[in-house]
């Protein structure tokens, strides 16, 4: 995408209207999606949603993945006990997904397992199945979490928040 594409994406696109895209309802079916999937492994999972970045942001070269990489900063997703946290980040005005994983598990897991969970999800949502295609990832990546970082029944405090942050 150029940048005067990006720009008209992240100006006028109708795809980023979060309310209507992720109402509450669903927003709590994911919150407990995570909540849920969590005990299974080490992990903590977290789901940001941005409309759109603003039109200064673009223009002056910022995109989704770096984007991406602030938010889970900013989140807090780097600072987990067992270095193993995740970020489901969507920009909705670009039609993105991206997967953040903290140091410990971008060790274990390989790039192209966290890209095929972009593409079904962005499959489902182009498809305008909102629900499913945020549940599939968040059901896809504790999915990973279990199998590279189990918690073998141990219970452990829940560190980051398990309701989506919209942006």
């Not at 696109?13 to 969590?38: C, H, K, S, V």
């Not at 603003?54 to 600072?79: C, E, H, K, M, N």
Request: net charge negative.
């Amino acid at each position: 995408m150029t940048s005067i594409q990006r720009l008209l994406a992240n100006l006028c696109d109708g795809w980023f209207q979060l309310p209507r895209r992720f109402p509450p309802a669903l927003l709590d079916d994911m919150t407990a999606a995570i909540a849920d999937g969590e005990p299974t492994h080490l992990g903590e999972v977290r789901f940001a949603l941005e409309s759109r970045l603003s039109p200064l942001a673009v223009l002056a070269g910022l995109d989704a993945s770096t984007r991406a990489r602030q938010v889970f900063g900013q989140l807090g997703v780097w600072d987990t006990e067992h270095n193993c946290g995740v970020l489901i980040y969507v920009l909705m005005s670009e039609h993105h997904i991206e997967i953040v994983a903290d140091r410990g598990i971008a060790q274990r897991v390989k790039a192209e397992e966290w890209t095929a969970i972009c593409a079904a999800m962005q499959d489902n949502f182009a498809a305008g199945q909102w629900r499913a295609g945020a549940l599939h990832g968040i059901t896809q990546v504790h999915a990973l979490l279990a199998k590279h970082f189990p918690s073998h029944g141990k219970a452990r405090p829940d560190e980051l928040p398990d309701r989506p942050v919209l942006l």
